[in-house]
């Protein structure tokens, strides 16, 4: 019999047991009523393959059976309690579902691991009407048992549960390490994705390999490129780039587009999705605006990237099932939350308890972004932003970055993006951007064409099958703002513009003129951090 050890144990799939979820023809020792003849059986053949059985619930089968562990919920026997009737060596792991539930745990200093969730919505447990987590509130709980290691010295390992599949395991797994000390789950524990499969030993393989490699990815690649899921500087590794190389990166994209006429989905809005199709074309990208739930799903192989705008926000069903797919596929998602801030409706479709894609960049005026970062610097009026913007937009870019895992561009006078580490600041454009509707928009069509193109132009296979995208789409995301923001400074260069209608016009010529030369020349890029 393997003897496992709060240390020994290897957390990364964790099956939980679920009998009335078995698909027909398929049992789990029905004869057997009692719950301690299940479990002896169960640790016969776990035992066979050192595999460490854990009971729910009750101490008495945990020492009837000589079980590796005990699982508790939070109103389940209490942890001490457990602890003084199970011998020392028994591993004690507790559901919590917010991080107060996880601060508990850690102050006891009697749990080895905690079970975080629900992540998402789940048919295999009954939630009570408790919100899901979704990956952000996972990574909260992480980060308060970060801080409970820092101060103790005693580490908790962590897995999440509650809505996992195979599609959304690379989002979770990059999506959720925590955003002060990022630091991953352990694994993830899933009843219905294998006991309901009807081939679970394949189920299981499929997760396996996914989590082996973003194991071996974290392990591996240290620092932000293995947290977020995709390549950030364009280098296996992470390195920070000069000003010069970032420039020469993001207009090198242009003659990727003009050669790889990128198909840009876009669900977008009824007021701009004219010159948004317009611009996309003229940038040398395929627009595409289809977003009735029933077909964008299809769509999802085809395209090179997905811009989601909250816009007119009619499609919310089309935008969760084409980002759900994007995901799946890897496409690159570039989320524009119009107006985030100024409804509930808007605030929660942007937080997604049950199954939220997971954007590429996201990109927002200041009120969007502060609406997003929680913060209360900026006012929002309708779809605008007013006042004068945040003290220090560079910080609050990388921070969202960091707590998002993704590229995060807030556009304006003056432009800035981070990828949770560099944040560049770009100084282009012109006053007529803002006396059009939807340049912003625009903006979004851009960078959804340009990540589109950066990530199909890797021809190679992925590094690891967790990978979320591939392609360097930060220096995407710069190009997308850059080739809308200089063509405007020359659009309204041009003496046959006298206002704002003929400027509309001369941008979408001068998005089609545009070469990388005039790029390089005009564009003003500085990396502040
Ligand atoms: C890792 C892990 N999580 C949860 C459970 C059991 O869940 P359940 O008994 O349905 O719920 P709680 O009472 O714990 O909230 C488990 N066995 N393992
Ligand atoms: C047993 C359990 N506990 C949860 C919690 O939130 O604590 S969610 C859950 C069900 C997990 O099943 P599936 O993988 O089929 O979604």
Same mark, same amino acid.
């Given at each position: 019999?393997?003897?496992? =050890?709060?240390? %020994?144990?290897?957390?990364?799939?964790?099956?939980?047991?679920?009998?009335?979820?078995?698909?027909?023809?398929?049992?789990?020792y029905?004869?057997?009523?009692?719950?301690?003849?299940?479990?002896?059986?169960?640790?016969?053949i776990?035992?066979? @393959?050192?595999? +460490?059985l854990?009971?729910?619930?009750r101490?008495?089968?945990?020492?009837?059976?000589?079980?590796?562990?005990?699982?508790?919920?939070?109103t389940?026997?209490?942890?001490?309690?457990?602890?003084?009737?199970?011998p020392?060596?028994?591993?004690?792991?507790?559901?919590?579902?917010?991080?107060?539930?996880?601060?508990?745990?850690?102050?006891?200093?009697?749990?080895?691991?905690?079970?975080?969730?629900?992540?998402?919505?789940?048919?295999?447990?009954?939630?009570?009407?408790?919100?899901?987590?979704?990956?952000?509130?996972?990574?909260?709980?992480?980060?308060?048992?970060?801080?409970?290691?820092?101060?103790?010295?005693?580490?908790?390992? %962590?897995?999440?549960?509650?809505?996992?599949?195979?599609?959304?395991?690379?989002?979770?797994?990059?999506?959720?390490?925590?955003?002060?000390?990022?630091?991953?789950?352990?694994?993830?524990?899933?009843?219905?994705?294998?006991?309901?499969?009807?081939?679970?030993e394949?189920?299981?393989?499929?997760?396996?390999?996914?989590?082996? %490699? @973003?194991?071996?990815?974290?392990?591996?690649?240290?620092?932000l490129?293995?947290v977020?899921?995709?390549?950030?500087?364009?280098?296996?590794?992470?390195?920070?780039?000069?000003?010069?190389?970032?420039?020469?990166?993001?207009?090198?994209?242009?003659?990727?587009?003009?050669?790889?006429?990128?198909?840009?989905?876009?669900?977008?809005?009824?007021?701009?999705?004219?010159?948004?199709?317009?611009?996309?074309?003229?940038?040398g990208?395929?627009?595409?605006?289809?977003?009735?739930?029933?077909?964008?799903?299809?769509?999802?192989?085809?395209?090179?990237?997905?811009?989601?705008?909250?816009?007119?926000?009619?499609?919310?069903?089309?935008?969760?099932?084409?980002?759900?797919?994007?995901?799946?596929?890897?496409? +690159?998602?570039?989320?524009?939350?119009?107006?985030?801030?100024?409804?509930?409706?808007?605030?929660?479709?942007?937080?997604?308890?049950?199954?939220?894609?997971?954007?590429?960049?996201?990109?927002?005026?200041?009120?969007?972004?502060?609406?997003?970062?929680?913060?209360?610097?900026?006012?929002?009026?309708?779809?605008?932003?007013?006042?004068?913007?945040?003290?220090?937009?560079?910080?609050?870019?990388? =921070?969202?970055?960091?707590?998002?895992?993704?590229?995060?561009?807030?556009?304006?006078?003056?432009?800035?993006? %981070?990828?949770?580490?560099t944040?560049?600041?770009?100084?282009?454009?012109?006053?007529?951007?803002?006396?059009?509707?939807?340049?912003?928009?625009?903006?979004?069509?851009?960078?959804?064409?340009?990540?589109?193109?950066?990530?199909?132009?890797?021809?190679?296979?992925?590094?690891?099958?967790?990978?979320?995208?591939?392609?360097?789409? $930060?220096?995407?995301?710069?190009?997308?703002?850059?080739?809308?923001?200089?063509?405007?400074?020359?659009?309204?260069?041009?003496?046959?513009?006298?206002? +704002?209608?003929? $400027?509309?016009s001369?941008?979408?010529?001068?998005?089609?003129?545009?070469?990388?030369?005039?790029?390089?020349?005009?564009?003003?890029?500085?990396?502040?951090?």
């Amino acid at each position: 019999m393997v003897k496992f =050890t709060p240390e %020994s144990i290897d957390y990364s799939l964790y099956l939980v047991t679920g009998r009335e979820l078995l698909p027909p023809g398929k049992d789990y020792y029905e004869s057997l009523e009692e719950f301690v003849e299940v479990a002896r059986k169960t640790k016969e053949i776990t035992d066979k @393959y050192g595999v +460490p059985l854990f009971i729910n619930d009750r101490v008495d089968v945990c020492l009837a059976v000589g079980a590796a562990g005990l699982h508790v919920g939070q109103t389940d026997m209490p942890v001490d309690l457990a602890r003084s009737l199970l011998p020392k060596d028994i591993i004690i792991g507790i559901s919590v579902s917010n991080t107060k539930e996880a601060q508990t745990a850690v102050d006891s200093g009697l749990v080895d691991y905690v079970g975080i969730g629900a992540v998402w919505w789940t048919g295999s447990k009954d939630l009570k009407g408790k919100l899901c987590l979704g990956v952000d509130g996972v990574g909260e709980v992480l980060d308060v048992l970060a801080e409970g290691q820092r101060k103790t010295g005693k580490e908790i390992r %962590s897995v999440a549960i509650g809505g996992i599949h195979l599609p959304n395991l690379p989002q979770l797994l990059h999506g959720s390490p925590s955003p002060k000390h990022l630091k991953g789950l352990d694994g993830v524990a899933v009843i219905s994705d294998i006991v309901s499969s009807t081939d679970p030993e394949h189920a299981s393989r499929k997760l396996r390999a996914v989590l082996d %490699s @973003y194991h071996r990815a974290r392990k591996d690649q240290a620092g932000l490129h293995a947290v977020f899921g995709f390549n950030l500087s364009g280098t296996p590794g992470y390195t920070k780039r000069s000003e010069k190389e970032l420039l020469n990166a993001a207009a090198g994209l242009i003659a990727v587009v003009r050669e790889l006429t990128p198909l840009a989905h876009q669900i977008t809005n009824i007021v701009v999705a004219n010159d948004s199709a317009n611009a996309t074309l003229a940038m040398g990208g395929s627009p595409i605006m289809a977003s009735a739930e029933q077909e964008v799903g299809d769509l999802s192989k085809a395209i090179s990237g997905l811009l989601i705008n909250f816009g007119t926000i009619k499609d919310r069903a089309g935008m969760l099932v084409a980002g759900k797919a994007a995901n799946v596929n890897k496409k +690159p998602i570039v989320f524009d939350p119009v107006a985030v801030g100024a409804t509930a409706f808007r605030r929660q479709t942007s937080k997604g308890n049950s199954y939220a894609p997971k954007p590429t960049v996201i990109k927002g005026n200041a009120a969007e972004i502060g609406a997003l970062a929680e913060s209360a610097e900026v006012e929002s009026r309708g779809v605008d932003s007013v006042g004068s913007g945040f003290a220090n937009p560079a910080d609050v870019v990388k =921070t969202l970055a960091r707590k998002k895992r993704c590229v995060v561009a807030l556009t304006g006078k003056e432009d800035w993006v %981070s990828d949770g580490d560099t944040v560049v600041k770009l100084s282009n454009g012109h006053e007529y951007l803002g006396v059009i509707t939807g340049s912003g928009c625009m903006t979004g069509s851009a960078i959804t064409v340009y990540t589109g193109a950066a990530s199909q132009a890797i021809k190679q296979p992925y590094e690891n099958e967790s990978q979320i995208v591939q392609g360097d789409m $930060f220096a995407a995301t710069i190009a997308g703002i850059l080739v809308i923001n200089v063509a405007a400074e020359v659009a309204a260069e041009r003496s046959d513009v006298k206002g +704002p209608n003929t $400027f509309r016009s001369a941008l979408i010529d001068e998005l089609y003129n545009l070469r990388a030369d005039t790029l390089l020349r005009r564009a003003r890029l500085e990396v502040v951090a």
